[in-house]
């Protein structure tokens, strides 16, 4: 893992995307909230950087830790602390000489950490992107106060011209500068920086920096609040010692604190900002003082009304989604509700809209991906019972209304905004995740269940998974189908390493040949009596536009699971040794399982893959489950914007055939019909009571008549059903999009013939079948036989019978030896009467005869 303190600036985040490329298999996690401006930098950059927060990862062990621009092990994320044991390896890379200790790493005295890292890049000739030599430039700018402040070296400005080298804008850096500080400010912060203490107040954090100075220094408050800003703190104590006085300043970034009575004067009693003194100059009475007013303060009822922000940005249901992403990209909201006539209707999230936009959705209206479902508070609810309810909707914003009118918003930031508010949130989303999140034993269900050589071999995926230190888990459908008690031989294998690494270690001790397929960092293995194991990278999905191929990055397993197509196969069973049998379920897979749910993971999955509109029926059909009403509004959504027109033939054609290999394919063709998603799949059909009975009593006599004529191809005898009345421009269409064979129309022509045929001639014996009928092949018998009713299926069926049973005793070499006929159309006349007598019942010992009597009437 690659870290720094918490709340990053610049120079931490730009030191941790620096040191990652020297430590490439570490992930960057970070604590707390990126500053505005590091965070309006990057969405105009739309930098791809691979980062997570503390919160997102549930890590139990840590084999090593990088920690950039800070060697003090309590400015880490806690999080992040409580991990660190005596086998964690960790690095420290700094530019303050004073705190290195004797903790090992890198160390120099400069006025940007971002210095220090980009000097190891050019020395070890690391390639860095324009945007990343950005992001390096603007960090070294602000950190050095733009090169005034008096800690600023020769190699800051080096660097900084190595960057612009690298194509770095020099007019794009004045954007982000910060405000410059004197040479006595400057030195007031270096000292408190040195001399801080962060404690714990009923849950809060509270930072106290001491100094001691011989006067009351000139622009100290423009100094604090540079500290503030620096140290990104909650709450933050400066105590300054001027002979027997104490000075001190507070700023609270998260509660209004009534402080009124402590100290002596105060220029500001109430508020985030808070100056005073203490006439005894003693350190320590000072900060119980202080640590007291925390205490008084911290159970203090907090109403909506004080955490709230107002006034609200809405959005209109008419606007387009770019104009709403712009909306948010300028203001910082992520959360903006949507209103229809003065009536909110929904909310709109940045993710989703971010998302829509960039599949390229940004002329779409504002209230298709919007989220239906909010929470609606009032101000004078409490804090607690608001937090309880968005934890309860699992949702991160709730609209205060009063009267019926719009006065507020509550968001996750907000909560986060009071350390009582905030503890109540973090332990009740807690409780939601342990609701949520299901980690338990099914060790015992897995040996009940799997056959012993399958499951010997899923002990051994998990000792070579422990061997190489990667977490090895299976994932998908054989999750799903082993609690549903059902077979399923499809071994996913998803580890958090490298699957290439993982695939080649296993080969060692098994006789296996690997197929690799790098571009999406998986293996498949493949045994010599037919098994196969596929093995990935736990990674996550992208998709640049809609329905196309993912591109795919390094994640954990919980971002891996997250990008599955829905809920039930969203889970993972863990393989290794310590842990084998441990059942994953981030999302609530169970929940869903055991109610009979199909239940897409976000509000773009169909639109992201279109495919899933498909394999939603599929499932739904195969189980007996059925679609949640959300999940059905997004399919249908999905199919009414012609999102399937953009997939590739190939793929809907895969999609169909594992449709068709179902027990009940009827019943998904027909669901398939009524969510409209046949007519959009071969344009030109009209799913009509015609073609629904044809299909209908093709999937009905199919297994019969596989016993007469062998097995069609089921997609074939399918289209050949639903393009019968389409006209040969539409056919021709399906033909390319689907790839069937280039005579398919013509085949078709001629079977649309022969029914006409047969239904114009009523046709009685095997003979007068056999005669309307150009071609044997299955397909085309099992499409005329979904045509008939029952009736004449009877003589149809009598057909088929006497096709498979009759062969002929008389062929063409025993007519030219017997009865002296010459090659040509004389010998086929006559082996077609012949042969049709026979279908017709004529005995094999009696063909001699027939043919003389042929011979005789024909006069040949």
């Known amino acids: 893992m690659i870290t720094t303190h918490l709340n990053p600036d610049f120079d931490a985040f730009a030191s941790a995307v620096a040191a990652q490329k020297f430590f490439p298999d570490h992930m960057i996690v970070l604590g707390g909230e990126l500053s505005p401006a590091l965070k309006g930098f990057l969405s105009s950059r739309g930098l791809l950087l691979s980062f997570y927060k503390t919160g997102e990862l549930k890590l139990e062990r840590l084999n090593s830790l990088i920690v950039v621009d800070t060697s003090d092990i309590q400015r880490l994320p806690f999080s992040i602390r409580r991990l660190i044991t005596a086998g964690t390896e960790v690095k420290f890379f700094d530019h303050h000489l004073q705190a290195t200790g004797e903790k090992p790493g890198t160390y120099r005295d400069l006025g940007a950490c971002t210095t220090l890292m980009c000097t190891l890049l050019r020395k070890k000739k690391k390639h860095i992107t324009q945007n990343e030599a950005s992001l390096f430039a603007t960090a070294i700018y602000r950190e050095t106060g733009n090169f005034t402040h008096a800690n600023t070296k020769p190699q800051d400005l080096r660097t900084a011209a190595w960057l612009l080298d690298s194509g770095v804008h020099p007019d794009e850096l004045g954007v982000y500068s910060s405000y410059r500080l004197s040479l006595s400010q400057q030195k007031l912060v270096e000292t408190l920086l040195l001399n801080i203490e962060t404690v714990d107040v009923g849950g809060v954090e509270i930072s106290f920096a001491r100094a001691q100075r011989d006067s009351l220094p000139s622009g100290m408050s423009l100094a604090i609040e540079k500290l503030w800003s620096f140290l990104g703190v909650e709450n933050l104590v400066v105590l300054v010692k001027v002979g027997e006085r104490i000075y001190f300043t507070i700023r609270s970034r998260h509660m209004n604190l009534d402080l009124n009575g402590l100290g002596g004067s105060l220029r500001n009693g109430v508020g985030a900002f808070t100056m005073g003194y203490f006439e005894e100059g003693d350190f320590e009475k000072a900060d119980l003082a202080i640590r007291g007013a925390f205490e008084k303060n911290i159970e203090r009822l907090i109403k909506v009304r004080d955490i709230m922000s107002s006034p609200v940005r809405t959005v209109l249901t008419e606007m387009r989604v770019e104009d709403v992403l712009k909306i948010m990209q300028r203001t910082g909201h992520h959360t903006l509700p949507v209103v229809d006539q003065d009536k909110i209707v929904g909310i709109a999230r940045h993710r989703n809209v971010e998302k829509a936009s960039r599949h390229n959705l940004g002329d779409r209206k504002i209230v298709e991906i919007m989220d239906p479902f909010f929470v609606v508070a009032s101000a004078n609810d409490s804090v607690q019972s608001v937090t309880d309810r968005m934890v309860e909707n699992d949702t991160t914003s709730a609209l205060v209304l009063e009267n019926g009118i719009l006065t507020g918003i509550v968001t996750r930031t907000d909560l986060l905004k009071s350390p009582f508010s905030r503890q109540r949130f973090l332990q009740s989303r807690e409780q939601k995740e342990d609701q949520n999140y299901v980690k338990l034993s099914i060790a015992r269900l897995l040996e009940e269940r799997v056959e012993g050589r399958l499951l010997t071999m899923l002990r051994f995926l998990g000792a070579v998974g422990s061997e190489l230190g990667m977490p090895t888990y299976i994932v998908g459908g054989f999750v799903r189908d082993l609690l549903l008690n059902k077979t399923n031989l499809d071994l996913d294998i998803v580890v958090e390493g490298n699957a290439n690494s993982f695939a080649a270690a296993f080969k060692k001790y098994f006789d296996i040949k690997i197929v690799e397929h790098k571009e999406f960092l998986a293996s498949s293995m493949f045994f010599h009596d037919g098994l196969r194991i596929d093995v990935a990278t736990a990674r996550t999905e992208f998709y640049k536009r809609p329905a196309a191929l993912p591109e795919v990055d390094i994640s954990t397993i919980k971002k891996d ?155 074939y005898t399918l289209m050949m059903i639903l393009l019968r009345y389409s006209i040969n421009e539409q056919v021709q269409w399906n033909i390319q999009r689907y790839g069937l064979p280039r005579n398919f129309l013509e085949r078709l022509r001629d079977a649309r013939e022969n029914a006409e045929s047969i239904s114009r001639e009523n046709p009685e014996k095997p003979s007068q079948y056999h005669c309307a009928i150009k071609s044997k092949k299955a397909e085309t018998l099992n499409f005329l036989n979904s045509q008939l009713e029952d009736e004449r299926d009877r003589s149809f069926v009598e057909y088929l019978k006497r096709l498979k049973e009759t062969k002929l005793a008389v062929d063409g070499e025993r007519l030219k030896r017997a009865y002296g006929l010459k090659e040509g159309p004389e010998i086929k006349k006559v082996l077609d009467a012949l042969y049709c007598a026979r279908l017709d019942g004529l005995e094999i010992e009696k063909e001699d005869g027939f043919v003389k009597d042929f011979l005789r009437m024909e006069g040949i």
């Open 561 to 715: 699971l997250y990008r599955r197509d829905f809920s039930i196969n969203a889970m993972a069973v863990k393989l290794n040794q310590e842990e084998f049998g441990m059942l994953i379920d981030f999302f609530g897979s169970r929940n869903d399982l055991a109610r009979g749910t199909i239940r897409a993971l976000h509000p773009l999955s169909f639109i992201e893959d279109p495919t899933r509109v498909l394999r939603a029926v599929r499932f739904e059909q195969r189980f007996g489950f059925e679609i949640e009403v959300r999940t059905a509004e997004l399919l249908k959504n999905c199919v009414r914007e012609d999102y399937l027109d953009k997939v590739a033939g190939q793929r809907l054609r895969d999609e169909l055939n594992k449709i068709l290999l179902e027990p009940q394919p009827l019943k998904a063709i027909r669901r398939l019909s009524t969510l409209g998603v046949i007519e959009k799949l071969f344009p030109g059909v009209v799913f009509d009571r015609r073609i629904d009975f044809a299909i209908e009593k093709y999937f009905l006599r199919r297994p019969r008549n596989n016993g007469y004529i062998g097995e069609d191809r089921i997609l």
